[in-house]
Nanobody, 115 residues
Framework: QVQLVESGGGLVQAGGSLRLSCSAS????????MGWYRQAPGKQRDFLAD???????NYADSVKGRFTISRDNAKNTVYLQMNSLKPEDTAVYYC?????????WGQGTQVTVSS
């Protein structure tokens, strides 16, 4: 079992920045890929970015150049730095642990970007 706890969401004006954090309970965190997704009201959950155990990253086109995913394996934590935020970035943001047998999700953190 893996528990994921996200933090760092909140209300920000358009053009502002936020950094989300996701802490994992599992000691095998360092060898697993981690990812960030988001879900706006009435929409499907969309992929944003992921990062492998060796630090290779992958981004959705919608956030490339504005969002940066990183990880600190010593702290079992993955981050999402979000810059140049837009109102359309408003959503609940979730982190994902890509397990060997199943995936795990955090509870989500709300990000609201005002215009």
């Amino acid at each position: 079992q893996v528990q994921l706890v996200e933090s760092g969401g909140g209300l920000v004006q358009a053009g502002g920045s936020l950094r989300l954090s996701c802490s994992a309970s599992r000691s095998t965190f360092s060898i697993r890929t981690m990812g960030w997704y988001r879900q706006a009201p009435g929409k499907q959950r969309d992929f944003l970015a992921d990062i492998t155990s060796t630090g290779n990253t992958n981004y959705a086109d919608s956030v490339k150049g504005r969002f940066t995913i990183s990880r600190d394996n010593a702290k079992n934590t993955v981050y999402l730095q979000m810059n140049s935020l837009k109102p359309e970035d408003t959503a609940v943001y979730y982190c994902k642990f890509y397990g060997s047998l199943r995936d795990y999700w955090g509870q989500g953190t709300q990000v609201t970007v005002s215009s």
